[in-house]
C-alpha cells in the first residue's frame, strides 16, 4: 500500500497541484437518500427472485435444488459477514489508510451476523436432505444404507470415523459456537468504534494510541480464533457433503476467498458512494488504486490455493481424493471448471495489472461486480457436484430446476444486501477519530 501522494508532471509546472489546501469533511457524514435508493431496489429484487423460485417446486427435484441454492446463496452472505469481520480485524491489526474508507462498510457488513445465523436454521432443519451423515446419524442407519447399496462401503466407514465431528447434534454444537464468538467479536468491535468517535480526548495523539492498542490487542487473538472457527464451519457446512473427501488447506481456501470477495463489495461499496458526500470528498485516486492493488493480491492468493491444492491431490493420485475433482470435469461440469477458471482467476488477474483500470472508476465497479459473480460460480462449482444425481453429469434435459442456483442465491443475497445497506446507513461513513483521515483529507497531487 502506498502511504504518500503520487507525483506527476514536470517539477515546477503549474499543473503539478490540482488544490491549494486540504479539502474539509462536509458537515453531513451520511448518505440516507443514495442508500435508502439501493435498498429499495434489493428488497425488490428480493421479492421477484423469491417468487420465481418457488416456482421450481413444480418441477422434478426442484425441493432439492432450491435447499442446495440455498446453502450456497447461505454460504456466500455467510462469507460477505464473516469476511468482512475477518477483513476488519487485519485492518486493525496492520492499520493503513485503506481502512478508513473501508471501516464502515466492513462494519455494515459485521452487523449482518445476527441475519445469517438465522439463515442457517433451515438448514440445520433440513439437514439430512443435503448431508449423508445427517441421513444415517448414527452406525446402524449407515450399516442398513450399505446393504440396501444407498452408500458404498467407504462411505460408512468414513461417516464412522468421522461421527465425532459429523451428527447433527454435534454440528448445532458446533455452528452454534462458531456464531456465538463472531457476534461477541462482532459486537465489541462495533461497540469500540462509536465510543472511539464520541471520545472527549478525540482527535489527540492519546486517543489515537489508546483506541489502537485496544483494537490491536482484540483483532490480533479475534483472527486466530475466527481462521479455527472458520475452518470447522467450512468443513461442516461444505466440505462434509462429500464425507469421504479430505483436504488439508480447505479453510484457508474459503478464508482467502471471503476476502476476495468482501474487498469487491468494499471497493464497489466506496467507489458508488463516491458520487455523493462524504465519500466524494474522501475517496482519492491514490486510496482507490490502493484498494485495486489489495484486490490484486488476494486474486492471486486465491489463485494460488486453488492450484496448488489440485496440483498436490492429482500428482498424489490418491483413489480417496481423485473423484472430487473427477466429479467436477466430466461431463458438462468441464465447462463449469473452465467458467469457473477464467472468471474467477483470469479475467480479475489480468485487468487488475492495469495501472489505468485501478484508477478508473466506472471500470472498476463493472470489475467489482463481476468478481462477485465469479464467486458464487465458484460455490456453484463447489456444491453441486457433491450430489449423486449431479457428479459428473451436468445438464438442463429434465433437470430445469438447477436453475434454482440463479433465482435463490439471488434472493437471499438480495435479501442480506438490504439490511446490509440498512446497517451501512445507521451509523456516519467516515470514522472521525482516526489520525489518517487528515492526511487523506491532504490535496491530491495526481491529476
Not at 420465481?52 to 422434478?60: A, G, Q, R, V, Y
Not at 438465522?118 to 439430512?128: A, Q
Not at 447399496?149 to 468421522?162: N, T
Request: aromatic share 12%; glycine share 8%; charged share 15%.
Amino acid at each position: 500500500m502506498s502511504s504518500g501522494h503520487e507525483q506527476h508532471g514536470v517539477a515546477g509546472s503549474h499543473h503539478q497541484v490540482g488544490h491549494y489546501g486540504p479539502r474539509v469533511l462536509p458537515a453531513t457524514l451520511g448518505s440516507p437518500e443514495l442508500i435508502s435508493a439501493w435498498r429499495m431496489r434489493a428488497l425488490v429484487a428480493c421479492v421477484i427472485f423469491t417468487l420465481i423460485s418457488l416456482l421450481f417446486l413444480l418441477t422434478p427435484n426442484g425441493a432439492n435444488h432450491l435447499l442446495r441454492a440455498y446453502l450456497m446463496g447461505f454460504m456466500t452472505c455467510f462469507g460477505f459477514a464473516g469476511g468482512g469481520l475477518a477483513l476488519l480485524m487485519l485492518q486493525y491489526v496492520s492499520g493503513g489508510k485503506w481502512g478508513l474508507l473501508l471501516r464502515r462498510p466492513l462494519e455494515a457488513m459485521t452487523r449482518t451476523l445476527p441475519l445469517v445465523a438465522l439463515m442457517f436454521v433451515p438448514i440445520g432443519l433440513l439437514m439430512k436432505h443435503l448431508y449423508l451423515w445427517a441421513r444415517y446419524p448414527t452406525d446402524a442407519t449407515a450399516a442398513q444404507a450399505h446393504a440396501k447399496g444407498l452408500i458404498s462401503y467407504e462411505e460408512q466407514l468414513v461417516m464412522h470415523a468421522k461421527r465425532a465431528m459429523l451428527s447433527p447434534l454435534h454440528v448445532w454444537i458446533q455452528t452454534i459456537v462458531i456464531f456465538g464468538v463472531v457476534l461477541l467479536l462482532m459486537y465489541l468491535l462495533n461497540k469500540w468504534s462509536l465510543q472511539r468517535d464520541a471520545d472527549p480526548a478525540s482527535g489527540t495523539p492519546a486517543s489515537f494510541d489508546r483506541w489502537r492498542v485496544k483494537f490491536e490487542n482484540l483483532s490480533g487473538i479475534g483472527i486466530f480464533i475466527y481462521v479455527i472457527l472458520l475452518t470447522a464451519g467450512s468443513i461442516d457446512w461444505i466440505k462434509s457433503l462429500d464425507v469421504t473427501w479430505y483436504s488439508s488447506i480447505y479453510g484457508l481456501q474459503f478464508l482467502v476467498g471471503q476476502g476476495y470477495a468482501v474487498l469487491a463489495l468494499g471497493i464497489l461499496t466506496v467507489i458508488l458512494l463516491s458520487r455523493v458526500e462524504p465519500m466524494k470528498t474522501l475517496l482519492r485516486t491514490t486510496e482507490q488504486y490502493d484498494l485495486g492493488k489489495f484486490a490484486f493480491a488476494f486474486v492471486m492468493l486465491n489463485i494460488y490455493l486453488s492450484f496448488a491444492e489440485f496440483l498436490i491431490i492429482w500428482s498424489g493420485n490418491v483413489p480417496d481424493e481423485i473423484p472430487w475433482y473427477l466429479n467436477r470435469i466430466h461431463g458438462g461440469w468441464w465447462y463449469i471448471c473452465t467458467l469457473d477458471f477464467v472468471c474467477h482467476w483470469l479475467i480479475p488477474f489480468c485487468l487488475l495489472l492495469s495501472r489505468d483500470l485501478k484508477r478508473d472508476k466506472r471500470r472498476m465497479v463493472w470489475l467489482t461486480c463481476f468478481m462477485i459473480f465469479a464467486r458464487l460460480v465458484d460455490m456453484f462449482w463447489l456444491i453441486e457436484p457433491n450430489f449423486k444425481d449431479a457428479a459428473g453429469n451436468l445438464h438442463l434435459s429434465g433437470n430445469i430446476s438447477i436453475l434454482a442456483y440463479i433465482t435463490v442465491p439471488l434472493a437471499v443475497l438480495s435479501l442480506w444486501g438490504a439490511y446490509y445497506l440498512t446497517q451501512l446507513n445507521a451509523r456516519p461513513l467516515v470514522n472521525v477519530n482516526d489520525p489518517h483521515l487528515e492526511e487523506i483529507l491532504e490535496p491530491e497531487h495526481a491529476h
